[in-house]
């Protein structure tokens, strides 16, 4: 059996992503609030973060194994499936007052387990239902998802909370994942035929980087990837509770929403533009503009200068990841992907919990106690805004390092497209 490749099936799965990623972002935010104001540590709040991200690591190159073996349509259901179960004992235990930090780091990771299949499943995906000439547009159309949910689920999570309380959010959050798995039931996608001897899944697993590893290109992306992450990962920890130092929770929500609107708009000139010919000066430009936005957010605790900078630095975000994701979908044959990319997804977003761990301990420990002890005018929630500028000027430096490696500045050149211009989605 064959289908036709077409942009606007995949618009179809995109638009039950998009819904349930906002649903989920609500949950997040209003999470972070929960943590935060219970505790008060900057520690625990970024430990919700590393729960998310962690054990969907460690799995990531079994799961793409399993992408690449089994139908991508089907393999994102399950995964929704799972991760919306997770979203029902969290609001089973809140309705009881069972709920506790530590039960929210479990079921965090146990949804982040989930989840680990449905990104490689999710790209590969793309390059299964979409032409070759509309690649660099879909990569743009994947961003809209994060960033509609970074837009919406802070505004409407502050909003809500209030007249609906947490156990409100988190009943939304499960209709969308609701949604999104009868998105994704409406697409029928062929299962791709196997291609070679049939192994265990522990061995196809391996594949993945064995494919990377031969292809010096790939590596010096996946090094940018990792580099930036770490970055984020700083961003992610101290952003907050920079601005709780000196403001409250709505305009918390108001300062990253309008932040988020520059991810937003990023995906939609992403969408339009499909990216510059060049897609790696695209890809480090972009870099050095988001480290800019990063050393700006911590200079001064001031709302407009925080907001205007987080949003330069988050117009930035998909600009990066369309450029590069459609770097990957062009250069990965169609059989390996779901392998390559979720050991991609592995060693990028592994510097990610790294960060969290650190960014608490050096902002309570280290960089808050100093800036109070020496009694300077950036007093509470500096040692954080210090971290965020020391972000930026990393975050400049990986760029321009990158610019230097041969092989990631030549990678369009050095690697033959891997998809036809015109191709079937290929089934059995």
């Known amino acids: 059996m064959s289908a036709e490749r077409s942009i606007q099936k995949f618009l179809v799965i995109c638009l ?14 209003a999470l972070g609030i929960w943590v935060y104001q219970h505790t008060g540590s900057i520690t625990r709040f970024a ?3 590393v729960a998310a991200m962690l054990p969907g690591n460690v799995i990531s190159p079994i799961a793409g194994a399993v992408v690449d073996r089994f139908n991508r349509r089907a393999t994102m259901l399950w995964s929704d499936i799972g991760a919306g179960f997770c979203t029902l004992f969290l609001a089973i235990l809140f309705f009881t007052g069972r709920l506790t ?8 990771s146990l949804s982040s387990l989930a989840g680990a299949f449905r990104m490689p499943a999710y790209m590969a995906l793309l390059s ?11 990569s743009g159309l994947m961003q809209l998802g994060p960033g509609a949910a970074q837009v919406l689920s802070p505004v409407l999570a502050a909003a809500l909370l209030g007249k609906i309380n947490f156990q409100g959010i988190i009943a939304i959050d499960f209709t969308t994942f609701v949604f999104a798995i009868g998105t994704l039931s409406l697409i029928p996608v062929p299962t791709l035929p196997p291609k070679g001897p049939k192994r265990s899944i522990l061995k196809e697993a391996s594949d993945g980087w064995t494919y990377i590893a031969g292809r010096p290109g790939l590596i010096g992306l996946l090094i940018f990837a990792a580099s930036t992450n770490i970055t984020y990962g700083f961003w992610q920890a101290v952003s907050t509770p920079m601005i709780l130092s000196f403001t409250n929770t709505g305009v918390l929500g108001t300062i990253m929403s309008i932040g988020a609107l520059g991810f937003l708009s990023g995906s939609l000139v ?7 010919q060049r897609r790696v000066h695209g890809l480090l ?3 050095v503009l988001y480290g800019v936005g990063l050393i700006l957010g911590g200079v001064k605790a001031s709302v407009p200068l925080i907001t205007i900078a987080f949003f330069v630095m988050m117009f930035q975000v998909p600009m990066m990841n369309g450029c590069s994701q459609a770097i990957w979908q062009t250069k990965v044959p169609l059989e390996m992907q779901g392998r390559v990319f979720s050991t991609r997804i592995m060693v990028a977003l592994s510097c990610g919990p790294l960060a969290l761990f650190l960014a608490g301990p050096l902002a309570d420990k280290v960089f808050e106690p100093m800036f109070a002890t020496h009694g300077l005018a950036w007093s509470t929630g500096r040692g954080a805004a210090f971290l965020l500028i020391l972000s ?18 030549n990678v369009e050149d050095e690697l033959p497209d891997s998809i036809p211009a015109r191709e079937a989605v290929m089934g059995g």
């Open 47 to 49: 430990l919700i973060s």
């Open 270 to 276: 992403m969408s339009a533009w499909g990216g510059p």
């Open 128 to 138: 299964q239902l979409v032409p070759k000439d509309h690649i660099g547009r879909a």
């Open 392 to 409: 930026g000027i990393l975050a400049l430096a990986i760029a321009l390092g990158c610019y230097f490696n041969r092989h990631l500045r």
């Open 101 to 108: 930090i530590w039960e929210i780091y479990l079921l965090v």
């Open 16 to 29: 039950g992503q998009l819904v349930s990623l906002v649903g989920s972002g609500m949950t997040s935010f």
């Open 285 to 287: 430009g972009f870099a």
